[in-house]
């Protein structure tokens, strides 16, 4: 059974720093690409952030230099760094993962995805 969980979310003042986990199992974690998506009510959930299998990395305009997505095969795991936070990055956050990923911020080029940890950042 596959599974990814997300976790690390909270409350953080803006300005703020807060690092999010995904563990993901069931599933050949290391030849996938993994994402970062966010979702806040009533609008389209955005890619953040993703990195491919050999460890590349790609960002979204309104978080680059503040963001940092990373991945430790061995453990399964990918992780979002999220520095120099503001009120507008406060949303649901989305750990996904996908075997071949073309349009890295399509959400439709992932297969797998978590039930999200939440994050508000305030003022």
């Known amino acids: 059974q596959v599974k990814l969980v997300e976790s690390g979310g909270g409350s953080v003042q803006t300005g703020g720093s807060r690092k999010l986990s995904c563990v993901g199992s069931?599933?050949?974690?290391?030849?996938?690409?993994m994402g970062w998506f966010r979702q806040v009510p009533g609008k389209v959930r955005e890619g953040v952030a993703a990195?491919?299998?050999?460890?590349?990395?790609t960002y979204a305009d309104s978080v680059k230099g503040r963001f940092t997505i990373s991945r430790d095969n061995a453990k399964n795991t990918v992780y979002l760094q999220m520095n120099s936070l503001k009120v507008e990055d406060t949303a649901m956050y989305y750990c996904a993962a996908g075997p071949w990923v073309g349009v890295w911020d399509r959400k439709e080029e992932y297969t797998y995805w978590g039930q999200g940890t939440q994050v508000t950042v305030s003022s």
């Open positions: 069931g599933f050949t974690f290391s030849t996938y690409a």
């Open positions: 990195v491919d299998s050999d460890g590349s990395a």
